[in-house]
């Protein structure tokens, strides 16, 4: 593939929310320095908070700097968006969603990260599927997001058994639609990420066939445009800080935090209590050190032809905050 093939891969994600009428379209592709314009999904947990609570708005109020709030179905078209300048940073993304990216020359900065949480993501069956390991996933089918973590979880898993990717049969799909094609009997396996693993789980009585314990670390990123980053470091400074805090509350206050997101979110409160206990929550500043994953993962999709080139994963721009 060439570089134009590899943005028709950021911009399929990018369809596929348009197609779903999430509000994009709208935004105008300028930024203003008066506005923040932030991109997020359903699993971006602080970033819902602070939208909920106003918190943020609060704190940026002594800039003269408001928010507006833009959802999204996954991580690959919300970096579509910041790409093209539709939005100005992102919520937390899986760890792959920056390698695909870059691969397109996506013109983004590392800001922050939310530490390890392995355990946030799967690889599940329904409860009374024959299948009982990785390896029994030979010759099956199984439903992923297309460069989620969920999709990196896959590959590690298979090439763990020795398997390559090409011995099962992806089925490309949204979260919701993995579900239902699970639940349906259309597909063997979904790989999913919380709170969607926990809701198949308590709801449906999903099985856990493998987790991302010493397969994958699931960092979470977030992101901005490198455009934003250079110039509004006043702005990511105190969004890094009420994110700390957010972070903070969230595990200090456990049944609290899964009213408050089961409500934002419109599931049971028992589903967000699991799913957050998988999350570490910890948000923290990215040294491009601890970039070494990353680079694992670009050579894992590189190595099954799911890369359209070779990626240096250091080589993305990483936001260090002014020092006092």
Do not use: C
Request: charged fraction near 20%.
């Amino acid at each position: 593939m060439n570089r134009r093939s590899a943005a028709r891969l950021v911009l399929a994600g990018l369809a596929l929310s348009l197609a779903l009428g999430l509000p994009l379209g709208g935004l105008p592709a300028v930024a203003q320095d008066s506005t923040l314009r932030i991109g997020y999904q359903r699993s971006s947990a602080l970033i819902s908070l602070l939208r909920e609570d106003a918190t943020l708005e609060t704190a940026l109020k002594p800039l003269g700097v408001t928010v507006s709030w833009h959802e999204f179905t996954s991580g690959l078209p919300i970096m579509e968006a910041l790409n093209v300048g539709r939005i100005d940073v992102s919520a937390d993304v899986a760890d792959t969603v920056p390698v695909f990216a870059q691969a397109a020359n996506a013109r983004i900065t590392y800001f922050a990260q939310e530490a390890a949480s392995p355990e946030a993501q799967a690889i599940l069956v329904p409860g009374d599927s024959p299948l009982k390991s990785v390896a029994d996933l030979k010759g099956r089918k199984v439903a992923v997001t297309k460069g989620a973590g969920s999709h990196y979880l896959l590959l590690a898993a298979l090439k763990a058994e020795g398997l390559p990717f090409k011995s099962i049969t992806p089925a490309y799909l949204t979260p919701a639609d993995g579900r239902s094609a699970l639940a349906g009997g259309s597909v063997d396996a979904w790989v999913a990420w919380d709170p969607f693993l926990s809701a198949a789980q308590i709801q449906a009585g999903a099985r856990i066939l493998k987790d991302g314990t010493g397969l994958s670390a699931y960092k979470r990123y977030y992101l901005a445009s490198d455009a934003y980053a250079e110039k509004r470091a006043d702005v990511l400074t105190l969004l890094v800080a009420r994110l700390r805090e957010a972070g903070a509350w969230v595990k200090a206050n456990p049944d609290a935090a899964a009213a408050r997101l089961a409500a934002l979110w419109k599931i049971e409160p028992d589903i967000v209590k699991q799913a957050n206990a998988r999350r570490s929550y910890r948000v923290e500043p990215v040294s491009r050190k601890g970039l070494g994953e990353q680079q694992t993962i670009a050579d894992a999709f590189r190595a099954e032809g799911l890369l359209p080139r070779a990626v240096d994963a250091a080589a993305l721009p990483v936001w260090d905050p002014p020092t006092r």
